[in-house]
């Protein structure tokens, strides 16, 4: 298995550019999400989805967009980017644990986006 | 206030020694927690669940005090390997399977 794989793994945009930010899970996984990781602080939840079709949102979501048609892959659409939006980018997945709940959550290696 | 925090370190520990750290909550539903381990610009890694009597790992020992509303995580004889950002995770009965993390705790271990 590959587990969680992202693409690209740098970008730089300029301000006002859009882009897609890939990520691709081959766990079966039902639950998969996007963070964002600032320096010096902790992983934010942009968006989530607890299925194909299924998605809502996290923490800190206004900028971003996304969309949920299979199982195995969940794109993280930017428009317009400003430059707030420079961090570290992270897919993760996982599937319901006993309690029904997410249980331990596979991450991604990360896209690192800066926009100049 | 943020609803997870961690010392952020560095925590500067010679290699064998043992260190310890904490890292509070604020939502007092919180039900789940977790300790991540997260090396220099890599993705995290689940380190180990934190169970409410206590729980170990081989070299790594978890706590959680439900009244105080703090988890702690032990290295004893710490390794060069263990450098690293220890983030602590919580996950809370009102939110389905999203995890609030901390900032992170850096130890570095030092020969």
């Known amino acids: 298995n590959a587990g969680v794989t992202q693409t690209p793994k740098f970008r730089i945009l300029k301000i006002g550019q859009s882009m897609t930010l890939q990520c691709t899970q081959d766990m079966n996984h039902n639950y998969m999400y996007w963070y964002r990781q600032d320096p010096g602080m902790g992983l934010k939840l942009i968006y989530y989805?607890?299925?194909?079709?299924?998605?809502d949102k996290g923490e800190v979501p206004n900028g971003y967009n996304v969309s949920r048609s299979t199982t195995e892959d969940f794109p993280l659409r930017l428009e317009l980017a400003a430059p707030s939006q420079t961090s570290v980018y992270f897919c993760?997945?996982?599937?319901?644990?006993?309690?029904?709940?997410?249980?331990?959550?596979?991450f991604g290696p990360g896209t690192r986006l800066t926009v100049l | 206030r943020k609803e997870v925090e961690q010392d952020p370190g560095p925590f500067n520990v010679p290699e064998g020694a043992t260190v310890a750290f904490n890292c509070t909550y604020s939502?007092?539903?919180?039900?789940?927690f977790f300790w991540y381990r997260q090396d220099c610009r890599k993705e995290p890694k689940l380190l180990m669940s934190v169970y409410s009597s206590g729980n170990e790992d081989g070299r790594f020992t978890a706590q959680l005090n439900r009244a105080s509303q703090y988890i702690s995580l032990l290295i004893r004889d710490s390794k060069l390997s263990d450098s690293a950002t220890y983030l602590c995770v919580v996950m809370t009965t009102d939110s389905w399977g999203k995890l609030q993390f901390g900032a992170g705790t850096q130890v570095v271990v030092t020969p």
């Open positions: 989805s607890v299925g194909a079709g299924i998605t």
């Open positions: 939502n007092s539903a919180s039900q789940s």
């Open positions: 993760a997945s996982s599937r319901p644990g006993a309690s029904g709940r997410g249980d331990t959550q596979y």
